[in-house]
């Protein structure tokens, strides 16, 4: 882990908030590089699960929502952690966190008693402190879909089983945010509900997970790094029949990727009672109505990111160029279909008219995919340095360019190069791009 967080920090990827300030505990900004890395997983979540897919529909709801809506949700009674506080060095921990309830981890001080603490973020609507509405930074994004659950499927005209998804920010007040961007106070979110009949729950639960562990393979991931956690029922969330986890191995041991849940009917039930609103599906073929049960597929992208990140990241001896030397490669395979960076374009040299080339070569390429142009020192280390950034593919212009039209394409993952007519390069890394995705 600390490579790879020294890795992100270095090249761009993530970075501590407020970093020149002190920077704040468990808030990250996504650099360059990091924010093309989200935002394609981003894209391949929504292209897999709601373009791709005739019973899903989006939505992008608001980040503050009316205070009564957490009031329904339940989250304003139940969602708490149970804290204690050292009495010696007064830091806070998670009860829950805790091997020894009686002794400080930290000073080996007396623990206090264990006191419930509202994780939720707290706001205020109003231009005066005297009329000012106190409300809630969402902690989830799941109960903008629930309350607006009847105005969706009117409008979209969808019939049960269907979805409702969103990618959105969420915020928690984290008491101990640690493993990098794994646990923060702000993080986003890939959720969907997906509303159905309750007689179908089992069997359409079982088909959710095929599907989730499906996609995590085509970003990446290794199914041997990858494990299903069942939570047993003393433990589920108030709002859960049943819940079951994506686990992924990371440096730091195993960590939820994704949930998958069985919500039932509370949360509909919930908002009709305290809204006044009836939050029923009327079924016209049927001529019923009824509350859908719901299941929630939900994934954390930040956590997704780091998963990614992990999973690529490699270290490999390759020789140096000097006679019985090796040097360490560092190179992150990133699947070409999430790459920041498709494709990098470098002139053998920046003289002879072959910078000029390359640089028209990389504008052309840039209409299709993100690339990037590089012509400072010596080739292999403009390789190395695309290697470690996790590039899937660098053009070479050289010297034979000017003649015959040509450039040499290098694999990042096999290393091996192909000679190929510039005008064929495109459609050669978007077939790489297609090929790699499946």
């Known amino acids: 882990m600390d490579k790879l967080v020294s890795l992100c920090k270095r090249k761009g990827f993530i970075f501590q908030s407020s970093a020149i300030y002190g920077g704040v505990n468990g808030c990250w900004d996504f650099g360059p590089l990091g924010v093309e890395l989200k935002k394609n997983i981003k894209e391949h979540w929504w292209y897999t699960f709601v373009q791709q897919r005739d019973d899903m529909v989006g939505l992008d709801a608001s980040i503050i929502m009316h205070p009564d809506v957490w009031k329904a949700s339940?989250?304003?009674e139940a969602f708490h952690d149970m804290l204690v506080d050292c009495k010696d060095c007064r830091k806070r921990f998670r009860e829950d966190h805790l091997e020894d309830t009686v002794k400080c981890p930290e000073c080996g001080g007396e623990l206090g008693e264990a006191k419930a603490f509202n994780s939720m973020l707290k706001t205020q609507l109003g231009v005066s402190e005297e009329t000012a509405v106190s409300t809630y930074l969402r902690p989830e994004t799941c109960q903008a879909i629930f309350v607006n659950f009847k105005e969706i499927y009117s409008s979209s005209r969808v019939k049960i089983p269907f979805g409702i998804a969103q990618v959105g920010k969420s915020f928690r007040n984290e008491v101990n945010p640690r493993n990098f961007i794994f646990r923060s106070r702000e993080f986003e979110q890939m959720e969907i509900e997906y509303f159905i009949r309750e007689e179908d729950e089992v069997e359409l639960f079982e088909k959710w997970q095929g599907e989730i562990w499906e996609w995590f393979l085509q970003i990446g991931l290794m199914e041997d790094k990858m494990r299903w956690y069942e939570h047993p029922k003393?433990?589920?969330?108030?709002?859960?029949?049943?819940?079951?986890?994506?686990e992924y191995e990371f440096p730091f041991g195993w960590g939820e990727l994704q949930g998958l849940a069985n919500r039932g009917v509370y949360d509909l039930t919930q908002h009709s009672e305290h809204s006044g609103k009836d939050l029923s599906f009327f079924d016209q073929e049927k001529n019923e109505k009824y509350i859908p049960t719901v299941l929630e597929p939900s994934a954390g992208a930040d956590r997704t990111t780091l998963a990614v990140l992990c999973a690529a990241y490699d270290e490999q001896e390759v020789p140096s160029g000097k006679e019985g030397k090796t040097e360490t490669r560092v190179v992150m395979h990133f699947k070409p279909s999430i790459a920041p960076i498709k494709a990098a374009v470098?002139?053998?040299?920046?003289k002879d008219g072959l910078a000029e080339i390359a640089q028209d070569l990389e504008k052309q390429l840039r209409k299709k995919f993100n690339t990037y142009y590089d012509q400072a020192g010596a080739i292999g280390r403009r390789y190395r340095r695309q290697d470690e950034i996790g590039t899937p593919f660098c053009i070479c212009v050289d010297?034979?360019?000017k003649d015959d039209n040509c450039v040499?394409?290098?694999d990042r993952d096999t290393m091996e190069q192909v000679r190929m007519l510039m005008d064929e390069v495109c459609a050669y890394i978007e077939k790489r791009i297609a090929r790699d995705s499946d």
């Open 74 to 76: 339940g989250h304003v």
């Open 234 to 246: 003393e433990s589920l969330a108030h709002y859960s029949k049943r819940t079951v986890d994506v």
């Open 346 to 350: 470098l002139p053998l040299v920046k």
């Open 399 to 401: 010297f034979d360019t």
């Open 408 to 410: 040499t394409v290098r």
